[in-house]
DNA sequence: CACCAGGCAAGTA
DNA sequence: TACTTGCATGGT
């Protein structure tokens, strides 16, 4: 419990500093999935252009969007980029739901975590952080995402070595902080916020960052 | 013009 | 196992 403190402050000075993000509401948790696959390595913006334009095709569900050729749900998605790959990972998703669910997602909420996290793995393009977006953001699960910027700010603050892997970042965050869905949720929106805007990749742009006080 | 964005899988050695 | 590369549009 050593780390949490610590934590709990740069959760707490982000928070003041730049409000909450109201992030991933979503019209449903299919919408929430969809978005998650769509979203990586990707802006947010070229994302929600795309969401639009499968709500104008009228295929923002899952059985209608399985029934549209691959082709033409890839014309859709254009805008997301990697549009042919996305593509087939959304099909992927959409016939793990056909199988598993009988296109019911909600079939989904009485599954434990950790099962539901591993059947989500094993569909092809879906990794740890995709995964680990749905958990928290569609089925309201206690599992903190990391993303590059989670990385790059930990680092940055001597606070994991720069080797890290996925769920050794991970776990520094769920091993010392309470299992707080909406605390989660909103971590990692600011930290994603935060790293947008001031943690860049090169030179370091600190001045005026929520997290400049935990500099050392 | 270069660089980056709420990653992942496949290929190589 | 540990790197490297392809995927692609749109904003700065």
Redesign the pocket.
């Given at each position: 419990m050593g780390s949490g403190r610590r934590l709990d402050a740069m959760y707490r000075a982000m928070l003041d500093a730049l409000g909450p993000s109201h992030?991933?509401p979503g019209d449903s948790p299919f919408e929430v999935c969809v978005?998650?696959i769509l979203?990586?390595?990707?802006?947010?913006?070229?994302v929600e252009?795309a969401i639009a334009a499968l709500r104008e095709a009228d295929v923002l569900e899952p059985e209608a969007m399985y029934s549209l050729p691959q082709e033409r749900l890839?014309e859709c998605i254009?805008?997301?980029?990697?549009?042919?790959?996305?593509?087939a990972?959304l099909r992927s998703f959409l016939k793990f739901l056909k199988d598993q669910t009988n296109w019911d997602i909600s079939a989904l909420e009485s599954s434990n975590t950790d099962s539901l996290r591993e059947q989500l793995?094993g569909?092809?393009?879906?990794?740890?952080?995709?995964?680990d977006?749905m958990l928290l953001?569609a089925f309201n699960r206690p599992m903190f995402v990391v993303?590059?910027?989670t990385a790059r700010i930990m680092t940055r603050h001597g606070m994991a070595p720069e080797e890290s892997n996925?769920f050794e970042l991970q776990s520094l965050f769920m091993d010392s902080l309470p299992e707080d869905v909406p605390m989660y949720n909103e971590f990692h929106?600011l930290i994603?916020r935060v790293?947008?805007d001031w943690c860049?990749?090169?030179a370091s742009q600190c001045a005026g960052c929520p997290l400049e006080a935990f500099l050392d």
């Open positions: 992030w991933w978005g998650a979203t990586q390595n990707t802006a947010w913006t070229n252009k890839a254009r805008p997301a980029g990697y549009f042919n790959i996305k593509a990972r793995l569909i092809k393009g879906i990794g740890p952080e995709t995964a977006s953001y993303d590059a910027y996925y929106a994603v790293g947008k860049k990749k090169r």
